[in-house]
């Protein structure tokens, strides 16, 4: 079992900054890859971006040159240092981490981003 806390979210105006923090517990030997993804009003989930162990990146196209995913492997804390939002950022926002066993999500964490 994996378990999955994130913080950081809030209320920011368009332009700003937040970063967000998800903290694993648990089996976590068992993770390789984590990752955020937001899910607006209305919408489906979607991958914001994804960082395995070894600092391999991976980020969705709305969100590259603004958003950063770092990882602290002995922290086995994963961020989203997030700039320039927008209000299409608008969203909650998951932190999920993948196992050969089963996929782990977070509880969640609400960004709104003000015009």
């Known amino acids: 079992q994996v378990y999955l806390v994130e913080s950081g979210g809030g209320l920011v105006q368009a332009g700003g900054s937040l970063r967000l923090s998800c903290v694993a517990s648990?089996?976590?030997?068992?993770?390789?890859?984590m990752g955020w993804y937001r899910q607006a009003p209305g919408k489906q989930r979607e991958l914001v971006a994804t960082i395995t162990s070894g600092g391999r990146i991976n980020y969705v196209d709305s969100v590259k040159g603004r958003f950063t995913i770092s990882r602290d492997n002995a922290k086995n804390t994963v961020y989203l240092q997030m700039n320039s939002l927008k209000p299409e950022d608008t969203a909650v926002y998951y932190c999920?981490?993948?196992?050969?066993?089963?996929?782990?999500w977070g509880q969640g964490t609400q960004v709104t981003v003000s015009s």
């Open positions: 648990g089996s976590i030997f068992s993770i390789n890859v």
């Open positions: 999920n981490a993948p196992t050969l066993k089963s996929t782990y």
